[in-house]
């Protein structure tokens, strides 16, 4: 019996997954990966702790091409199918608040193990090895790929070569191309999870500080994405993780537009009855008080003071001379903030990517539909998701249903 062979363009979490899963259906695989090791932007995922899962998966928490579809491989490798997994290949793991971590809380034992397994399986890795070129052979059948100067056939390839984020850890975004020469649409890509830059200068003012907030996108009137969470202010503009769940959203309407309107309430517990019992609380707080003086306590010192100065007043007047309508907009300001946000930070800083390869155009068990024997795992495809482990558990995901499936044909007489 001959063993059929497998060629895996690309090293990181989801190729890695896909190689393993299919050695052990019997394959032979060979991994190319233009970097001169395997997983180097694992290293870099969840601070170095590697957020490797999370309990409250469901499509919901993706973005995609196709919510159906995505729900279907979610449904086939879940995150106990991945707990399993890596439980099986020696990792521990723990749980806070719902994420998954490996217990030792570094993100170098999810690579060792995966690496010792691979090592165990006779998987053969080729590092600095840059396809640039492939093609499927009519009359053989093979798929060949290149590097331009060598030459590579294999009877299935999976193509796990990553998107254009974090391009210094290898993704730069040629997996792209390669789906292209084989007649796959890719859709526009945008940077995703990222900090978004806003046109207002005086942020300067309160870079550094961090608030609990809501944070909502409109456009054309209207609210399009709405995250709650701890919102960083920066020099340029806006970040945290409420700040990265909505970035993909304002980075597509950028494509179209010359900003994003966008609104920060930094009082979001409080109802409309709420708001207003706050305010006439504080009333009873003017005797002898300056501006300053009487709106500390409410949010952060340097938030307060932009607040005050955004609203015309002077910090050291009386508060019984301000003027009522500068002191109802300071109040405003802390629940309706408006920034307009001109773009995001590139893709070097970027987690993830938003687009890729149209999943309309792939099928259940991950294989192209339009040249069989060619596979597509992790984030090469339109597949994106919030933080919070979703985006590696989707390269677990589907680089085992990919591995799966080309082991499963790697045989013949």
Not at 276 to 289: F, I, P, T, W
Request: glycine content about 12%; aromatic content about 8%; hydrophobic content about 40%.
């Amino acid at each position: 019996m001959k063993r059929k062979t497998l060629g895996i363009i690309g090293g990181g979490a989801a190729g890695m997954v896909a190689a393993i899963t299919a050695a052990r259906q019997g394959a032979d695989v060979t991994i190319l990966e233009r970097n001169d090791r395997v997983g180097k932007k694992i290293l870099i995922t969840g601070n170095g702790k590697c957020n490797l899962g999370n309990y409250q998966l469901s499509a919901q928490q993706y973005y995609g091409s196709s919510q159906e579809w995505l729900e279907s491989a979610l449904d086939r490798f879940g995150t106990q199918d991945a707990i399993a997994f890596f439980q099986g290949l020696g990792l521990l793991i723990k749980e806070k608040n719902g994420y998954l971590y490996p217990a030792g809380e570094q993100a170098a034992l999810v690579l060792d193990v995966l690496r010792f397994e691979m090592q165990a399986l006779g998987i053969k890795v080729l590092g600095e090895c840059k396809i640039n070129h492939i093609e499927k052979k009519h009359d053989t059948g093979k798929i060949m790929v290149s590097d331009g100067s060598i030459s590579y056939e294999f009877d299935a390839v999976i193509l796990a070569c990553g998107s254009k984020a974090a391009p210094k850890t290898g993704s730069d975004g040629s997996g792209y191309k390669l789906a292209k020469k084989l007649g796959h649409h890719i859709i526009p890509t945008v940077p995703a999870l990222v900090q978004l830059r806003c046109r207002e200068d005086y942020l300067k003012a309160v870079a550094g500080v961090r608030a609990d907030g809501m944070v909502q996108i409109y456009h054309e009137g209207e609210c399009v994405a709405c995250e709650r969470g701890e919102i960083q202010f920066t020099e340029y503009g806006i970040s945290g993780i409420p700040v990265f769940q909505i970035s993909r959203i304002a980075n597509y309407i950028l494509r179209e537009s010359k900003e994003v309107r966008v609104i920060i309430n930094l009082l979001p517990d409080y109802s409309e009855e709420g708001y207003e019992g706050l305010r006439a609380g504080r009333s009873l707080l003017q005797n002898d008080r300056t501006v300053e003086e009487f709106f500390t306590g409410m949010l952060n010192k340097k938030l307060m003071q932009l607040f005050i100065k955004m609203a015309g007043l002077k910090g050291n007047i009386p508060i019984e001379q301000a003027d009522a309508e500068a002191i109802n907009h300071v109040y405003e300001l802390c629940r309706c903030w408006e920034l307009h946000v001109t773009g995001s930070n590139p893709y070097e800083n970027a987690q993830v990517c938003a687009g890729g390869v149209d999943t309309g155009e792939i099928t259940s068990n991950m294989e192209s539909k339009l040249v069989s024997g060619v596979y597509f795992a992790g984030e090469i495809m339109d597949v994106d998701g919030k933080c919070g482990g979703y985006n590696l558990q989707w390269a677990w995901c589907s680089g085992a249903i990919a591995g799966n499936a080309a082991g499963a044909i790697s045989r013949q007489e």
